[in-house]
T-cell receptor
Framework: KNEVEQSPQNLTAQEGEFITINCSYS?????LHWLQQHPGGGIVSLFM???GKKKHGRLIATINIQEKHSSLHITASHPRDSAVYIC???????????FGTGTLLAVQP | KAGVTQTPRYLIKTRGQQVTLSCSPI?????VSWYQQTPGQGLQFLFE???????NKGNFPGRFSGRQFSNSRSEMNVSTLELGDSALYLC?????????????FGPGTRLLVL
């Protein structure tokens, strides 16, 4: 079993829909990151969380440390949100970054 | 500030050769991490360097090595290339090496081993 699990693996939405991507992890962590990767490879860090909730524009990230779970929400989705969203945690025995397998999001106009 | 730069962007090598990839962090950043991304394994951590010292290492064979220079630029080397080393190699920098810090990623070097 992977230490970081994301769901769903693939997601197709219509423009304007509310989107939720989930991340569960099995190790103790010091921080959780949400990353966005567009076709071509470039990765952008969206959020870093150690507790609670953060909001940036239409993006909201939450984390529940007790349940070892985080969610990334996108409100009023737009085709430009189409990308792979990756959850990563810093933790475990070696305190290195451990990545989920990513969620491929396609937002159709 | 200029972002993280990686050179070269694309590289084709043959099995058995070696390769050196370069990463220049954002000015003032002292921590550089390297990652490998493949379709099968996804993103995996390779190494982390801070102030010229390797602070953490992922589960990769000894063919993968790296170093960091006094100006924080970093290189990684892969010797005796194998087909499975074909991947996107990403580096990321952060100001220090605090767990709470945001990492800034470079565009990556896409390596193809034939």
């Amino acid at each position: 079993k992977n230490e970081v699990e994301q769901s769903p693996q693939n997601l197709t939405a219509q423009e304007g829909e509310f989107i939720t991507i989930n991340c569960s992890y099995s190790v103790g962590i010091s921080a959780l990151h949400w990353l966005q990767q567009h076709p071509g490879g470039g990765i952008v860090s969206l959020f870093m969380l150690s507790s609670g909730k953060k909001k940036h524009g239409r993006l909201i990230a939450t984390i529940n440390i007790q349940e070892k779970h985080s969610s990334l929400h996108i409100t009023a989705s737009h085709p430009r949100d189409s990308a792979v969203y990756i959850c990563a945690v810093r933790g475990g025995a070696t305190n290195k970054l451990i990545f989920g397998t990513g969620t491929l999001l396609a937002v159709q106009p | 500030k200029a972002g993280v730069t990686q050179t070269p962007r694309y590289l084709i090598k043959t099995r058995g050769q070696q390769v050196t990839l370069s990463c220049s962090p954002i000015s003032g950043h002292r921590s550089v991490s390297w990652y490998q991304q493949t379709p099968g394994q996804g993103l995996q951590f390779l190494f982390e360097y801070f102030s010229e010292t390797q602070r953490n290492k992922g589960n990769f064979p000894g063919r993968f090595s790296g170093r960091q220079f006094s100006n924080s630029r970093s290189e990684m080397n892969v010797s005796t290339l194998e087909l499975g080393d074909s991947a996107l190699y990403l580096c990321a920098s952060s100001a220090n090496r605090l767990e709470e810090e945001t990492q800034y990623f470079g565009p990556g070097t896409r390596l193809l081993v034939l």
